[in-house]
């Protein structure tokens, strides 16, 4: 079993992914974001990038996406950006991740009335507007976790 947070409405049915709002990336030589699949160790930063001193691979090609969603169109996608209030608790600021790298703005309709998970806890659903959006830690089969991560 393994323990994660869970967000959702407690209304209707509408849910963001599973976990801690976001993950810890790194960007390939094209640019290509690739998660990690455990905790940002900074040794195995440096073994993915070996020729890139340590401050300069954290700048270029280390990142935290974070969940979104679009209020407008309620598309839900990955984006570089933080949160509107900066949690320096969070992990995009333990492993001194300050620089956000994407604009606040959905891929699909281009508005910028983007929230990441994180935001919208304790706020109204943006999808049925009366449930309130939820964070809740909750035991899951590492199956059903991997299934639900990255869809």
């Known amino acids: 079993m ?25 960007e390939d030589e094209n640019g290509e974001r690739i998660p990690f699949s455990d905790t940002g160790d900074p040794d195995k930063i440096r073994d993915l990038l070996p020729d890139i001193p340590q401050m300069e691979l954290i700048e270029e090609r280390i990142g935290y996406n974070s969940y979104c ?7 839900q996608f990955e984006l570089d950006i933080g949160n509107e209030e900066d949690n320096f608790d969070s992990e995009r600021y333990f492993y001194g991740l300050v620089k956000k790298k994407d604009e606040r703005k959905c891929p699909h309709c281009k508005s910028h009335n983007v929230k990441t998970s994180l935001e919208l806890v304790g706020k109204k ?3 049925c507007k009366e449930g309130t959006f939820r964070e809740k830690w909750t035991k899951i089969e590492e199956a059903d976790r991997c299934s639900q991560i990255h869809t």
């Open 2 to 26: 393994v323990s994660t947070y869970n967000y959702k409405c407690k209304k209707c049915d509408f849910s963001m992914n599973p976990g801690w709002g976001g993950y810890l990336y790194y």
């Open 69 to 75: 969603v679009c209020l407008d169109c309620l598309k």
């Open 125 to 127: 659903c943006p999808k």
